[in-house]
């Protein structure tokens, strides 16, 4: 399930740099992780009130908050698969539990 899911990010990654023209190189891959993790923090920090809110409703907040968490996720897969990392071995390792969807 991890790999199918992995690879459905990697496909609208893909369309993504070619809509926009742009390669995704290996520094491409952690670099936009942490822009995303920046926009997580930004709408983490909105919604517990310590950032401008900028006229959204609670409700808007909390969309906004999944969303960007959505996108930390993907763009952990694409990182994992660009470098050729075994999350789930790592997940065994250091959390200690093996997924059950593995």
């Known amino acids: 399930m991890l790999d ?5 990010f990697e ?6 740099a070619a809509a926009n023209g742009f390669v995704r190189d ?4 952690m670099l ?3 822009e ?5 923090t930004q709408a983490f920090n909105r ?3 310590r950032g401008r809110r900028k006229g959204l409703s609670d409700e808007q907040m909390a969309v906004a908050l999944a969303d960007e968490a959505a996108d930390v996720l993907g763009h952990v897969l694409l990182l994992a698969k660009a470098q050729d990392l ?3 071995a790592a ?6 539990f093996r997924p059950g969807f593995a």
Do not use: C, M, N
């Open 4 to 8: 199918e899911l992995t690879d459905q």
């Open 32 to 34: 936009k992780l942490q």
């Open 91 to 96: 997940i065994e390792r250091k959390w200690r």
């Open 11 to 16: 496909k609208a990654s893909q369309s993504y």
């Open 26 to 29: 290996a520094d491409w891959f």
């Open 86 to 88: 075994d999350l789930l």
């Open 36 to 40: 995303e993790v920046g926009e997580l």
């Open 47 to 49: 919604k517990t009130g």
